[in-house]
């Protein structure tokens, strides 16, 4: 329980990263009894208690972590302090143009508050314009990530970790305003009576069935929108497989997660060949699901 527990850093980071204030949690309380049967006196009655001496350690280690709170919040305030004017000191001076015309970029600046500073930069950063209106960001949110597809660079690569990083983005700007993507009731509600049915509650699930599903709809609703936006051209042949594979029976075939999607795509990218590329959307973008509507003129480039 030294100073060096105390600089705050580890949890300044964490908010940084999830865009939430760092908060300073209270320890536990000792979980062993205060009192023993006396050693000595054993097998009396009614018994013989002395204190516990593992009591006593634990509960003089809870109080010093407890005494120690204030003087961790302090460090905390101060690496918020210096890392907003870091993350300031960071953006280039368009950006920072962008920032000083918000409407609440004084209120920000005079708090130094760094969670709304690195809100504001991730929104621009997503092409959002930041509004007051939370519906109405959500809305754009929305509607970014609904068309995002992955791109070429200059040099007409694929850059999957790039696509990964701005696709999270987008997301964790979304949900970070209270938007999400599971709008799917029919289905959380039908996964949610496999979950019962599993669990020997055929026809009749519980609340955490309820979130079980909800919780895993989301997932691969995530999944499903990353791979969709996938190059066509990089990940076309992945597209297909999984198509014809669920056609064929597979019905766990398409993946569950972010992860599993970007593992997919990597492992599928190393054993195939290119995919062809529609003319009309620059070379790649990402997948419709509407391959039967679609009468554009193809190139095979392999």
Same mark, same amino acid.
């Given at each position: ?73 302090? /460090?905390? #305030? =101060? %690496? ?14 368009? +950006? @920072? ?75 964790? /700007?979304? #949900? =970070? %305003? ?14 949610? +009576? @496999? ?108």
């Amino acid at each position: 329980l030294d100073d060096r527990h105390l600089t705050g850093a580890k949890e300044v980071a964490n908010a940084m990263e999830d865009f939430h204030p760092p908060v300073v949690g209270r320890p536990a309380l000792p979980d062993t009894p205060r009192q023993i049967e006396d050693p000595n006196n054993a097998g009396q009655n009614p018994p013989v208690m002395i204190e516990n001496p593992e009591y006593v350690a634990q509960d003089a280690i809870w109080k010093a972590a407890l005494a120690l709170i204030p003087k961790k919040q302090e /460090a905390i #305030e =101060q %690496q918020l302090h210096a890392a907003y004017i870091y993350t300031w000191n960071s953006c280039n001076k368009h +950006l @920072q143009a962008n920032l000083k015309a918000l409407p609440n970029y004084q209120q920000i600046r005079d708090d130094k508050n760094v969670i709304q500073l690195g809100l504001q930069i991730r929104a621009i950063a997503c092409g959002v314009e930041t509004s007051h209106n939370k519906i109405y960001l959500t809305v754009q949110l929305s509607k970014k990530l609904h068309t995002f597809y992955q791109k070429m660079d200059k040099e007409e690569k694929v850059d999957d970790e790039k696509y990964l990083r701005e696709f999270n983005g987008i997301l964790d /700007a979304l #949900e =970070q %305003q209270g938007g999400t993507l599971c709008q799917m009731p029919g289905q959380v509600e039908a996964r949610a +009576l @496999q979950i019962a049915g599993r669990n020997n509650r055929a026809g009749n699930p519980n609340a955490a069935d309820q979130e079980a599903a909800l919780s895993q709809i989301n997932e691969e609703i995530r999944a499903a929108y990353f791979l969709s936006g996938a190059h066509s051209h990089t990940h076309g042949t992945l597209k297909d497989d999984l198509s014809n594979l669920y056609l064929a029976g597979n019905k766990d075939v398409y993946p569950k997660s972010v992860a599993d999607a970007m593992q997919l795509m990597e492992g599928w990218r190393l054993r195939n060949a290119p995919h062809t590329i529609r003319r009309n959307d620059g070379g790649g973008g990402g997948d419709d699901g509407l391959s039967f509507a679609q009468t554009a003129e193809v190139e095979d480039i392999s």
